[in-house]
């Protein structure tokens, strides 16, 4: 998956301005091993995020302003679940107003967004969720989809948003406005 053979295992990531695709700000396209893209997407969005420092006591603690918890599990969840056989990219796009993840192929195996919605989940790639699951990036329980509403929550941001578009999962995490 990590060959030339492969053109579209790959995540591309995006800064727009404003809140459509219209005008670029910044761009990196990351193929390689599957863990790597994971990672420099992952850092690609920490790199165009709000960060805030607050002094507790003699030490400085710093917070993003959007849960990193919830970024890393959308970007893990897009490259373990997405489809192969699509010839799109996994797409991680930051606006003005939120964080949208892009995979390719709708729910597997007939789950509905209910279900998914409810901790259920389907293993599309077998072998990528067993390589993940070893390297402790997931744990195989349906808790992805679950974790990024209460991340959200605890930060007190808008509901994300889960969406079926076309052959497309999308997941919008909204910033605070």
């Known amino acids: 998956l990590t060959s030339d053979y492969f ?10 301005k404003g ?3 219209d005008e670029f700000i910044d761009r990196k396209e990351y193929s390689g091993p599957l863990y790597e893209q994971i990672e420099s997407a992952y850092q690609f969005v920490l790199r165009h995020i709000n960060r805030s420092a607050e002094i507790e006591g003699l030490v400085r603690k710093e917070q993003y302003e959007l849960p990193i918890g919830a ?19 996994v797409q991680v796009a930051l606006y003005d107003d939120r964080l949208e993840v892009s995979s390719p192929g709708t729910l597997y195996g007939g789950l509905t967004m209910e279900e998914a ?3 259920r989940s389907k293993i599309r790639n077998r072998a ?5 699951s070893r390297m402790e990036l997931i744990e195989e329980w349906g808790t992805g989809i679950q974790r990024i ?11 994300p948003e889960f969406l079926e578009i076309g052959g497309t999962f999308r997941v919008n995490l909204y910033r605070k406005t």
């Open 7 to 16: 053109r579209f295992a790959r995540i591309q990531c995006a800064l727009f």
């Open 128 to 132: 990528v969720a067993e390589v993940f």
């Open 71 to 89: 970024i890393r599990e959308m970007i893990v969840n897009a490259q373990c679940h997405r489809s192969f056989l699509d010839h799109s990219c």
């Open 117 to 119: 919605m409810g901790g």
């Open 19 to 21: 809140t459509d695709r």
């Open 149 to 159: 509403l209460k991340r959200a929550r605890e930060y007190g941001l808008p509901t």
